[in-house]
Nanobody, 127 residues
Framework: QVQLVESGGGLVQAGGSLRLSCAAS??????MAWFRQAPGKERESVAA???????????DSVKGRFTISRNNAKNLVYLVYLQMNSLKPEDTAVYYC???????????????????WGPGTQVTVST
């Protein structure tokens, strides 16, 4: 049974920083990603990282501000982080961690590619 649990969300002022964490376990997982969904909007990709951390993807809206990283620990435990700096009100959303069972690294990051999802953590950026 695969489990993903996010943590680290909260309320922060514009210009501030937050670090999201995702703990995943249960089976071999490959690419992992962060998505977000704001009220009334579709879920969108934020950042993704491949199995060994050698390849990353960032949405244009977060490039230069967010950094994704991962730690493949022992016993099929994976830790994925999203360091978010210079936060803007438009970054307000529920952030979801996702994991991919496919060992490939697709050129386009879409929600359909990912097999497992966490319940999400709220990030609110105030003006």
């Amino acid at each position: 049974q695969v489990q993903l649990v996010e943590s680290g969300g909260g309320l922060v002022q514009a210009g501030g920083s937050l670090r999201l964490s995702c703990a995943a376990s249960g089976r071999t997982l490959y690419a992992m990603a962060w998505f977000r969904q704001a009220p009334g909007k579709e879920r969108e990709s934020v950042a993704a990282i491949n199995w060994n951390g050698g390849s990353t993807y960032y949405a244009d809206s977060v490039k230069g501000r967010f950094t994704i990283s991962r730690n493949n620990a022992k016993n099929l435990v994976y830790l994925v982080y999203l360091q978010m700096n210079s936060l803007k009100p438009e970054d307000t959303a529920v952030y979801y961690c996702a994991a991919d069972l496919d060992p490939g690294w697709p050129s386009v990051v879409t929600a359909q590619e990912y097999d497992y999802w966490g319940p999400g953590t709220q990030v609110t950026v105030s003006t």
